[in-house]
């Protein structure tokens, strides 16, 4: 396949280019500062609309607001869209779908096959022990943005599915503060290098089940977001997540 890997210098992105150079790719990088990432050119960002002109897919690993500059190039070139970028609020989320209805777009958070296992796990979980309470701890490396992290939103997406209702996100705790059984509580850690780990706490009856992610390595990512892009490339237009691919 062609592939243009847009924010290709970053953590994940340089990853991205050297797991579909390994799997035999022809993988073209795009970078704010144009560079170079394992042997692959890496073209500044207005060279976007004409490295699409050949491309089989497009994964993009950068900022929403990037992202959404992004996307009509994407869309005005009809290629396959894998967008792992998180951190978008409600118009850019309506951006990508609206381009959904012209080009096959996955948007995920997590890339990690491991963590979509954990999402039907805290499904179970949460149907499972409805009255139990419900704590969420997210860790990343002290570099990242958004917070809490793209996953943890789409953890407690879950949980308020799984509880039938939206439950009231108490983003840490300070002075004095009763718990109250319609909040779940979500703590956010920002340190070192750490790559990614979650971990859901539900609690009650005298009995605590976690059910925790970590990622040993961004590659594990980069083989998901690739993976997402050989399947979209065969696919109609319309809106995918992660869980389809697997």
């Given at each position: 396949m062609n592939l243009v890997v847009i924010g290709a210098t970053g953590r994940t992105g340089s990853e991205i280019v050297a797991e579909a150079s390994g799997r035999g790719h022809d993988v073209v990088g795009v970078a704010?500062?144009?560079?170079?990432?394992?042997d692959v050119r890496v073209y500044p960002d207005d060279e976007l609309p004409r490295l699409l002109e050949d491309a089989d897919a497009a994964i993009d690993f950068t900022v929403p607001a990037a992202t959404r500059e992004h996307v009509e190039?994407?869309?005005?070139?009809?290629?396959?869209?894998?967008?792992?970028?998180t951190g978008f609020g409600e118009a850019g989320l309506d951006a990508l779908r609206?381009?959904?209805?012209?080009i096959p777009v996955l948007k995920a958070s997590n890339f990690a096959r491991g963590v979509q296992a954990l999402l039907r796990l805290v499904e179970a979980g949460v149907e499972a022990l409805p009255e139990y309470d419900i704590e969420l701890t997210e860790t990343h490396h002290s570099g990242k943005r958004d917070a809490p992290s793209g996953t943890a939103n789409?953890?407690?997406?879950?949980?308020?599915?799984?509880?039938?209702?939206?439950?009231?996100?108490?983003?840490?705790?300070?002075?004095?503060?009763?718990?109250?059984?319609?909040?779940?509580?979500?703590?956010?850690?920002?340190?070192?290098?750490?790559r990614g780990e979650h971990e859901?706490?539900?609690?009650?009856?005298?009995?605590?089940?976690?059910?925790?992610?970590?990622?040993?390595?961004?590659?594990?990512?980069a083989a998901g977001a690739v993976d997402a892009a050989e399947w979209l490339a065969d696919a109609d237009a319309g809106w995918y997540a992660f869980g389809d691919v697997l």
């Amino acid at each position: 396949m062609n592939l243009v890997v847009i924010g290709a210098t970053g953590r994940t992105g340089s990853e991205i280019v050297a797991e579909a150079s390994g799997r035999g790719h022809d993988v073209v990088g795009v970078a704010t500062s144009a560079d170079t990432v394992e042997d692959v050119r890496v073209y500044p960002d207005d060279e976007l609309p004409r490295l699409l002109e050949d491309a089989d897919a497009a994964i993009d690993f950068t900022v929403p607001a990037a992202t959404r500059e992004h996307v009509e190039h994407v869309v005005e070139a009809g290629v396959p869209y894998v967008v792992g970028t998180t951190g978008f609020g409600e118009a850019g989320l309506d951006a990508l779908r609206g381009a959904s209805e012209s080009i096959p777009v996955l948007k995920a958070s997590n890339f990690a096959r491991g963590v979509q296992a954990l999402l039907r796990l805290v499904e179970a979980g949460v149907e499972a022990l409805p009255e139990y309470d419900i704590e969420l701890t997210e860790t990343h490396h002290s570099g990242k943005r958004d917070a809490p992290s793209g996953t943890a939103n789409t953890i407690l997406d879950v949980v308020d599915s799984a509880a039938r209702s939206k439950l009231d996100r108490t983003h840490g705790r300070e002075g004095e503060h009763k718990r109250e059984k319609s909040e779940v509580g979500v703590h956010v850690r920002r340190a070192g290098t750490v790559r990614g780990e979650h971990e859901l706490l539900l609690a009650g009856n005298d009995e605590v089940l976690t059910l925790t992610h970590r990622a040993e390595s961004r590659r594990v990512f980069a083989a998901g977001a690739v993976d997402a892009a050989e399947w979209l490339a065969d696919a109609d237009a319309g809106w995918y997540a992660f869980g389809d691919v697997l």
